[in-house]
């Protein structure tokens, strides 16, 4: 059994995996940092002009798109990497993907 381990440690794929891991763990705290500032901002917008900014609203279905890649990576759910190793996400591709339940009132 120890051999089996000590053969797997030494198998470069389980280090890059690590590796990306690391990464995507930093994009995921930076992405949810993000979202926090974006979410001020439209209750600020929302408050000085009425109506949330149309720009961000989409820039944020794709980051909570995005965010979701990145969780099913680091789960081990998805061995595809995401952006900046695939392309960014694009929410009218994934509209099936994360559904705004006041649009099905």
Request: hydrophobic letters at 45%; charged letters at 15%; aromatic letters at 18%.
């Amino acid at each position: 059994m120890n051999e089996e381990i000590k053969q797997r440690l030494q198998t470069k794929e389980i280090w890059q995996r690590g590796l990306f891991m690391l990464f995507f763990m930093f994009v995921y705290g930076f992405s949810n940092s993000l979202i926090i500032c974006i979410l001020f901002f439209q209750y600020a917008t929302l408050i000085v002009t009425g109506k949330t900014n149309e720009f961000l609203l989409g820039f944020s279905q794709n980051l909570s798109i995005y965010i979701h890649q990145i969780i099913n990576f680091l789960t081990f759910n998805s061995e595809q990497h995401p952006f900046p190793f695939s392309s960014w996400p694009n929410g009218r591709d994934a509209a099936g993907m994360i559904q705004d339940v006041s649009k099905n009132d």
